[in-house]
T-cell receptor, first 112, second 115 residues
């Protein structure tokens, strides 16, 4: 089975800190995605990547950046965390020509 | 731009009954895809079913079927013979033209199965 692993299940950070959320997949998938999930808003796409060193903005990229130096790893970076970035962050991956997304278990980030 | 609307924030259903979760969508794309994902309390989103806009048959996957009505722009999920393990959040989603990797999600429906 495909495994998408997010490094932390829960994370607490302070306003202004630089925050790294890591995601690793073990199935050689080309495409990787970062979503945030908020109650009443569903999932919203932050960034995605279709290849190493390639990235595309999603619907809400402001305040975030990403890094994909290796195919299996996709990092989400909060340059200066703010309280409105408190959210559940979900990483996902898929093979290029497949419709099926595989998700990690999520990271619940609290910014105080 | 795509938009997904799920109007049922929560539903309670008796075990073994069939369940229909509503989803309507809006898009100007000629070709698009529709999805349903399940999110149990563990947090991991699980792919359930996919329907392409040009597929003539409604998609089915085991107890799940997608009731696709193109003219009405609806893509309802039907779960037959519900089980306690079906209790979860359910999200409808869509992507635009083929090659567009961005998925747009609805706000979700929390389904609770009552024994």
């Amino acid at each position: 089975d495909v495994k998408v692993t997010q490094s932390s299940r829960y994370l607490v950070k302070r306003t202004g800190e630089k925050v790294f959320l890591e995601c690793v997949q073990d199935m050689d998938h080309e495409n990787m995605f970062w979503y945030r999930q908020d109650p009443g808003l569903g999932l919203r796409l932050i960034y995605f990547s279709y290849d190493v060193k390639m990235k595309e903005k999603g619907d809400i990229p402001e305040g975030y950046s990403v890094s994909r130096e290796k195919k299996e790893r996709f990092s989400l970076i909060l340059e200066s965390a703010s309280t409105n970035q408190t959210s559940m962050y979900l990483c996902a991956s898929k093979i290029g020509n497949s419709e099926k997304l595989f998700f990690g278990s999520g990271t619940q980030l609290s910014v105080l | 731009a795509q938009k997904i609307t799920q109007t049922q924030p929560g539903m309670f259903v008796q075990e073994k009954e069939a369940v229909t979760l509503d989803c309507t969508y809006d898009t100007s794309d000629q070709s698009y895809g529709l999805f349903w994902y399940k999110q149990p309390s563990s947090g991991e989103m699980i792919f359930l079913i996919y329907q392409g806009s040009y597929d003539e048959q409604n998609a089915t996957e085991g107890r799940y079927s997608l009731n696709f009505q193109k003219a009405r722009k609806s893509a309802n999920l039907v779960i037959s013979a519900s089980q306690l393990g079906d209790s979860a959040m359910y999200f409808c989603a869509m992507r635009g033209d083929f090659g567009n990797e961005k998925l747009t999600f609805g706000t979700g429906t929390r389904l609770t199965i009552i024994p």
